[in-house]
């Protein structure tokens, strides 16, 4: 069974930085792009930003709410995806999702076929 | 605010029809997916590509799309079908994904 597993997650001062890992299995990682996504307590999906696979640059977009903050990467090698969260704030608490792309590889997300768990992000002082 | 909206809340009779909408400007260029998101849980893919079900998921949903908006229909809901439900789509740029407000279903 394909399997996305988040990790990371935790209680953090405002203004301090956290980094995210998405530990993938089951699949071959390389062909696909990633998406991270959050939900605050008892609010709606956010959609954070996309990476894109390695045929195709493994470039990055981000939602204008985190762009300049937040970063996302990865390590093929590992199959693990990362956010680096940095300059965190209070609005920034939420369960944060890892997702894989229904596409596979492409230039842009186009919807998210399989989801970890979540992790808890708590921003507090 | 978001550029997709969905009705806050929607309810249904066991065994009925429901058809959950979601409106944008960005449906009429680019496909909605769905996804439904039961209490404590991570949510889950139900429609891609407009009307495409991933393995798993009763034939008793589907997608469907005109003009602005897009909608997600329930073919006699069952009790297991109550959750919130998001569309997604492609945002004004094309470059990104938004999520609607999501749409609390309820099984009467």
């Known amino acids: 069974e394909v399997q996305l597993v988040e990790s990371g997650g935790g209680l953090v001062q405002p203004g301090r930085s956290l980094r995210l890992s998405c530990t993938t299995s089951?699949?071959?990682?390389?062909?696909?792009?990633m998406s991270w996504v959050r939900q605050a307590p008892g609010k709606g999906l956010e959609w954070l930003g996309f990476?894109?696979?390695?045929?195709?640059?493994?470039?990055?977009e981000y939602a204008a709410s985190v762009k300049g903050r937040f970063t996302i990467s990865r390590d093929d090698s590992k199959s693990i995806a990362y956010l680096q969260m940095n300059s965190l704030e209070t609005e920034d608490t939420a369960i944060y999702y890892c997702?894989?792309?229904?596409?596979?590889?492409?230039?842009?997300?186009?919807?998210?076929?399989?989801w970890g768990q979540g992790t808890m992000v708590t921003v507090s002082s | 605010s978001s550029e997709l909206t969905q009705d806050p809340a929607v309810s249904v009779a066991l065994g009925q029809t429901v058809r959950i909408t979601c409106q944008g400007d960005s449906l009429r260029s680019y496909y909605a997916s769905w996804y439904q998101q039961k209490p404590g849980q991570a949510p889950v893919i139900v429609i891609y590509n407009k009307n495409n079900r991933p393995s798993g998921i009763p034939d008793r949903f589907s997608g469907s799309s005109s003009g602005n908006t897009a909608s997600l229909t329930i073919t006699g809901a069952q009790a297991e079908d109550e959750a919130d439900y998001y569309c997604?789509?492609?945002?004004?740029?094309?470059?990104?994904?938004?999520f609607g407000g999501g749409t609390k279903l309820t099984v009467l």
């Open positions: 997604c789509s492609r945002d004004s740029s094309g470059k990104n994904l938004v």
């Open positions: 089951r699949f071959t990682f390389g062909d696909y792009g």
């Open positions: 997702t894989r792309d229904s596409s596979g590889g492409g230039w842009y997300p186009e919807a998210f076929d399989i």
């Open positions: 990476i894109r696979s390695k045929p195709y640059g493994g470039t990055t």
